[in-house]
């Protein structure tokens, strides 16, 4: 393909780019804009110059050279998952079109295209023994899981997905497509694990699969009055778990709304989720003071494929509005669990949809060679709120202020970017040396600042033009 910028006067410049993809563009004002901006988050009202569905890694090759050639900004949102305002008046590309899913069992690598989700990938390791690091939700995409930190319901055996990065194919800012690796630019490959979206659009990633011969996993459903036994039950628990057992647990108040099931409607329960590496015989020995904690209305722990893995935690598979904070904490005692039910336990009138404790540490406490590094947290403390009516979002921001302020004296710094609210800005995820230096990556490799991830580097403010 080669690049013209030619358009009627009075046109939008952007038509020009039509004529040289083989993707599709949208604009504001075509048929499907609405969709085609639409993020995962519906709370989050993207507004970017020009949607660009891509079916080859050479569409993006051409829409960030023309982005270079126009002084726009250009970013990239496989799923819809990850939204901020920072990528309005971006050329947004979509690349769900890039599904290609190559798989070396023996080496225990996989190479993926950039639009792969975790459930695409996992259903292709059903009955390898292996699994990637997949999060909570198996419709987020590997790579998105990856620039991001990653959070896994594995990375307490085995680190983020992150650390799981091998290689990196992208098309840099200035249009060149190519691999990054360790040997061809290390402090390029550092900064993609787990520093986000601003330093190229990635087409396909090569990552590490790992071991899991067994996999058991499940939830314990409880009624939300017994939350208090059942998160010390949780801790005790936590306090002796092997790595190969990863548990979270949540608090979850369901509105009165006529549209939910009747069992469910207008309720408080807490949930106690698990994955372990390993069988039923032996997850059920170490749930068991868990299980003793409540009384059981609800357990879907079993056997599973890798590509179950994203089930447990019974997630939304439709967007939906909404928003979520996040904070890792030093430890989760008989304190930190009494201040989150005075907050947001049954019967508070809290407007937080879930606060969930997710046990960390193991082999995130590791040393990595990447942004996405060592992570101090024993524990990981997150509120999500379903937001249907805007009219809550003064309450909402007040109560995750509240709940901030209340695990304050357990702050145990970042965790990963992946984390951090639509609000909040990439600072939060590093420490200050990891920032400077991730800043100092994206000047050298993007000075001008074509590429916008959805936590830029350089904060929210208007990057200098050269």
């Known amino acids: 393909m080669t690049s013209t910028t030619e358009t009627h006067p009075g046109a939008d410049p952007v038509l020009a780019l039509r004529a040289v993809l083989d993707g599709a563009l949208t604009l504001p004002g075509d048929d499907g804009w609405e969709l085609a901006a639409q993020a995962w988050n519906l709370s989050v009202p993207q507004r970017p110059r020009?949607?660009?569905?891509?079916?080859?890694?050479?569409?993006?090759?051409?829409?960030?050279?023309?982005?270079?050639?126009?002084?726009?900004?250009?970013?990239?949102q496989p799923s819809g998952h990850g939204a901020t305002r920072a990528l309005d008046d971006t050329i947004l590309i979509r690349?769900?079109?890039?599904?290609?899913?190559?798989?070396?069992?023996?080496?225990?690598?996989?190479?993926?295209?950039?639009?792969?989700?975790?459930?695409?990938?996992?259903g292709e390791l059903d009955g390898t023994g292996l699994t990637g690091l997949i999060g909570?939700?198996?419709?987020?995409?590997?790579?998105?899981?990856?620039?991001?930190?990653?959070?896994?319901?594995?990375?307490?055996?085995?680190?983020?997905?992150?650390?799981?990065?091998?290689?990196?194919?992208?098309?840099?800012?200035?249009?060149?497509?190519?691999w990054v690796s360790d040997e061809k630019d290390p402090e390029l490959m550092w900064a993609l694990r787990g520093g986000g979206g601003d330093l190229g659009i990635v087409t396909a990633?090569?990552?590490?699969?790992?071991?899991?011969?067994?996999?058991?996993?499940?939830?314990?459903?409880?009624?939300?009055?017994?939350?208090?036994?059942v998160l010390r039950a949780f801790t005790a628990v936590t306090s002796v778990a092997p790595d190969t057992l990863s548990l979270w647990a949540a608090v979850m108040h369901f509105p009165p709304l006529p549209f939910l099931p009747e069992e469910i409607r207008g309720r408080s329960f807490c949930f106690v989720d698990a994955v372990y590496v390993g069988g039923p015989d032996e997850l059920a020995t170490l749930l068991a003071p868990v299980r003793h904690a409540g009384t059981v209305l609800r357990e879907t722990v079993r056997p599973l494929q890798p590509s179950e893995i994203g089930t447990v935690c019974e997630e939304p598979?439709?967007?939906?509005?909404?928003?979520?904070?996040?904070?890792?904490?030093?430890?989760?005692?008989?304190?930190?669990?009494d201040r989150i039910l005075r907050l947001a336990g049954p019967g508070t009138g809290t407007p937080l949809t879930r606060v969930?404790?997710?046990?960390?540490?193991?082999?995130?406490?590791?040393?990595?060679a990447g942004a996405a590094g060592r992570i101090d947290a024993e524990y990981l403390v997150s509120a999500l709120v379903m937001l249907p009516d805007p009219a809550l979002a003064g309450p909402v921001a007040a109560a995750m202020t509240q709940l901030r302020e209340a695990m304050a004296p357990w702050d145990a710094g970042p965790t990963v970017l992946s984390m951090l609210g639509p609000d909040e800005e990439a600072a939060a995820a590093f420490d200050e040396p990891t920032l400077a230096r991730l800043r100092r990556v994206k000047a050298t490799v993007d000075p001008s600042g074509v590429i916008r991830g959805n936590y830029p580097l350089a904060g929210n403010q208007v990057l200098s033009r050269t």
Request: some cysteine; proline content about 5%.
């Open 95 to 122: 690349t769900a079109a890039l599904d290609d899913v190559w798989i070396d069992a023996d080496a225990r690598v996989a190479r993926v295209g950039s639009g792969v989700t975790w459930a695409k990938l996992q």
């Open 356 to 368: 969930q404790i997710r046990h960390l540490g193991a082999a995130l406490r590791r040393p990595v």
């Open 50 to 76: 020009a949607v660009v569905a891509v079916r080859s890694a050479p569409d993006v090759v051409e829409t960030v050279r023309f982005a270079r050639d126009h002084s726009l900004r250009i970013s990239a």
């Open 205 to 229: 990633v090569e990552i590490d699969l790992f071991p899991a011969a067994r996999l058991t996993g499940g939830r314990l459903v409880f009624p939300g009055e017994q939350a208090g036994p």
């Open 317 to 337: 598979a439709e967007p939906s509005p909404g928003t979520h904070a996040a904070m890792g904490v030093r430890i989760v005692d008989d304190e930190v669990i």
């Open 136 to 178: 909570s939700s198996s419709d987020v995409t590997v790579v998105g899981s990856c620039l991001g930190g990653g959070l896994s319901w594995l990375s307490r055996p085995f680190g983020t997905s992150a650390s799981a990065l091998r290689a990196v194919e992208l098309v840099d800012a200035s249009g060149r497509h190519r």
